[in-house]
């Protein structure tokens, strides 16, 4: 079956550092990837996407994340972080049937 | 342009009672999607229809939880009778039709309606 997992429940970063979330995917054909931000009280925006092409995508926020198809990975990463980063992170798969499903999370913290 | 849009954004009910989550999608999109989520399990994906027609409803739970979609612009979500672990935000998201230029399924979430069941 398919699924997406998110290997880190929770990640702290310190102000202006680097940021690389893991995802990876199991499904046999290239599915369509998504990041998504979530807020606290509030729902899931959209970061960025992959379904073709360039395996490295630009999103919004100064987001970036790229698709490695040999580790089935759609890592996201950011060079500097600022403290309203600080929100949960779903990396997400749609398969050929629709379906969206959303890996656990991943809680971002930062410190200033 | 209008986001989805769901209400209440907060119930507070007791055991047994019957509660009604609603929806309004974005106008023009043809696919809608419940979602669920808890600590504990995260997103879930209850039911989705695609243009009012439910397509997978694998995800919903127990007979307790039902789904209508009786137009392109408006689905509900019931749960009879409510117990305390249906405690969750429930959100309800749409996309748009697969034809548009730049298509990829991306979802665009409502604000969720936070439910308690005491």
């Known amino acids: 079956a398919q699924s997406v997992t998110q290997p880190d429940i929770h990640i702290t970063v310190s102000e202006g550092a680097s940021l690389e979330l893991r995802c990876n995917y199991s499904?046999?054909?290239?599915?369509?990837l998504f990041w998504y931000v979530q807020s606290p009280g509030q729902g899931l925006q959209l970061l960025l996407k992959?379904?073709?092409?360039?395996?490295l995508v630009q999103g919004i926020k100064g987001f970036e994340a790229e698709f490695k198809r040999s580790q089935s990975s759609f890592n996201l990463r950011k060079p500097s972080v600022h403290w309203s980063d600080a929100a949960e992170y779903f990396c997400?798969?749609?398969?050929?049937?629709?379906?969206?499903?959303f890996g656990p999370g991943t809680s971002l913290s930062v410190i200033p | 342009d209008a986001g989805v849009i769901q209400s209440p954004r907060h119930e507070v009910t007791e055991m047994g009672q019957e509660v009604t989550l609603r929806c309004k999608p974005i106008?023009?999109?043809?696919?809608l999607f419940w979602y669920r989520q808890t600590m504990m399990r995260g997103l879930e994906l209850l039911i989705y229809?695609?243009?009012?027609?439910?397509?997978?409803d694998s995800g919903m739970p127990e007979d307790r939880f039902s789904a209508k979609m009786p137009n392109a612009s408006f689905s509900t979500l019931k749960i009879q009778p409510s117990e305390p672990r249906d405690s969750a935000v429930y959100f309800c998201?749409?996309?748009?039709?697969?034809?548009?230029?730049?298509?990829?399924?991306?979802?665009?979430f409502g604000e969720g309606s936070r439910l308690t069941v005491l």
């Open positions: 997400a798969s749609k398969t050929s049937y629709d379906k969206v499903i």
């Open positions: 499904y046999g054909a290239t599915p369509y």
């Open positions: 992959y379904f073709s092409g360039d395996t």
């Open positions: 106008s023009g999109h043809d696919y």
């Open positions: 229809f695609n243009n009012n027609v439910p397509i997978d």
């Open positions: 998201a749409s996309t748009p039709p697969q034809g548009l230029a730049g298509w990829a399924g991306e979802l665009f």
